[in-house]
């Protein structure tokens, strides 16, 4: 009978050969298929994360594992230990008035089967959104101090599931680095750093 681990990978190769939005860059990048009681969901990579295969493995993810690093999981066991999903696997290309290209409603629709279906395979404990759009797909709100630093649930297939936003850790954003954002982030650090899905990943 084939495992989860297994039914992750075959998920992933037909994930990397998805087309379905033309106005993407690809290449898909996808996090490594780890059977994990936590999905971090990301936003969509930037510029370099399909050069190295991974994501958040630029300016913004240096910053993101320096938080985890904090409370107990560096990168490369974080990487091995926690599954790595985003509301859209293909970076979005460039806004023409600066930044990257938000990602449009279809493009975000096509690809939340990837993650219903990740979700499904899984059945995490936990999931860690990080950044605006990637809290949107999850829960309501207006403003990110509203979230950050909560420790929210929702009900899926009659599963209950913890969420916990994190702010996006991008160097364009000073949100994080400003009050009340900078006590919020810490706040939803501590309650990652206690919960029961993280300590069993730290192998507490």
Not at 37 to 46: E, F, N
Not at 47 to 52: D, R, S, T, V
Not at 143 to 150: A, N, S
């Amino acid at each position: 009978m084939i495992n989860v681990a297994e039914k992750l990978i075959v998920h992933q190769q037909v994930l990397k050969a998805c087309s379905l939005c033309p106005d993407m860059v690809g290449p898909v990048v996808t996090g490594q298929p780890v059977e994990s009681r936590i999905v971090l969901v990301g936003q969509a990579p930037g510029a370099k994360e399909g050069e190295f295969a991974r994501p958040f493995a630029w300016t913004a993810g240096k910053t993101l594992f320096k938080w985890f690093n904090e409370i107990g999981l560096d990168e490369q066991f974080f990487r091995s230990r926690v599954y790595m999903a985003a509301v859209c696997r293909c970076f979005p290309g460039k806004n023409p008035k600066g930044g990257d290209r938000v990602p449009t409603e279809r493009e975000i629709q096509n690809c939340s089967v990837w993650m219903e279906s990740e979700l499904d395979l899984l059945e995490p404990d936990l999931l860690i959104p990080v950044g605006k759009l990637a809290i949107k797909q999850l829960l309501t709100f207006d403003k990110l101090k509203q979230v950050v630093g909560t420790k929210q649930r929702i009900i899926r297939n009659n599963r209950d599931i913890d969420i916990i936003p994190l702010p996006h850790p991008s160097g364009a954003s000073t949100w994080h680095r400003m009050e009340p954002g900078k006590s919020l982030l810490k706040k939803a650090l501590r309650l990652i750093q206690e919960h029961p899905a993280w300590l069993d990943v730290c192998g507490n």
